[in-house]
């Protein structure tokens, strides 16, 4: 399969392969920053016109027949939303949801019944939430619960997720006064860090994260110790 630009992030299921980035065609036909092999039949599922996207996608997560995808998006569809989008993937076509956010949203993780978006904006579904919001994948209603996150989420760092724990990359993180950078796990349910989590030393960046068992594996531009405070 020919792209004729970047893929940015990919999720794989099944015998299909999910692509998200700032390509504007596949295998020879237009297909605006999202497209979806089929690995078995060799097809391709493209986004339909009328729900054409323009910009750079980012990152993507995949629920079910739903992509969501984020980036530097503009006027999705013709429908005024920015930053956030979610097609069926099945078929191409934008879905009825549209989330307001007010400036460029970076990253996506899936944990549980919630979608985490993460970036640099600071409200959300005219809703104050700086950098970190959360929208529940049964009503896609924007959650309630304001994650207290003082910081922001660069594009190139990463979101992950593991036993009711959100582990993520960013250039410097505040909550309850405690400081983070580069590195941060964050208890869902307390709103609090993790302080037997480590950290890396300032205006460093961690850019993946990989698990392994109960082992946590980062990736990124730091060079020094890991630093434990706890």
Do not use: C
Not at 15 to 34: K, Q, V
Not at 173 to 181: D, P, V
Not at 183 to 192: N, R, S
């Amino acid at each position: 399969v020919n792209l004729n630009g970047r893929v940015s992030s990919f999720a794989i299921e099944n015998e299909f392969i999910h692509l998200a980035g700032d390509f504007s065609s596949i295998g020879g036909e237009p297909s605006n920053l999202f497209a979806t092999v089929n690995t078995a039949s060799q097809s391709i599922i493209r986004v339909s016109e009328s729900s054409a996207l323009t910009g750079t996608a980012f990152d993507l997560e995949i629920n079910g027949d739903t992509a969501f995808i984020v980036g530097n998006l503009w006027d999705v569809g013709n429908t005024g939303i920015s930053y956030l989008a979610g097609f069926d993937w099945t078929t191409g076509d934008l879905l009825e949801w549209r989330p307001q956010v007010n400036a460029s949203a970076n990253l996506l993780r899936i944990q549980g019944n919630t979608l985490f978006v993460g970036g640099r904006f600071w409200e959300v579904d005219e809703q104050p939430r700086t950098s970190l919001a959360g929208y529940s994948l049964i009503s896609l209603e924007l959650n309630d619960d304001q994650i207290l996150v003082e910081g922001s989420f660069p594009s190139g760092t990463v979101l992950e997720t593991f036993d009711g724990e959100l582990l993520f990359g960013t250039n410097k993180t505040i909550m309850q006064s405690e400081i983070r950078y580069g590195f941060a796990a964050l208890d869902l349910e307390g709103q609090v860090f993790d302080l037997a989590i480590p950290f890396i030393e300032a205006n460093k960046a961690v850019f993946d994260i990989e698990l392994v068992g109960n082992r946590v594996y980062a990736a990124g531009d730091f060079s020094g110790k890991f630093i434990n405070d706890s």
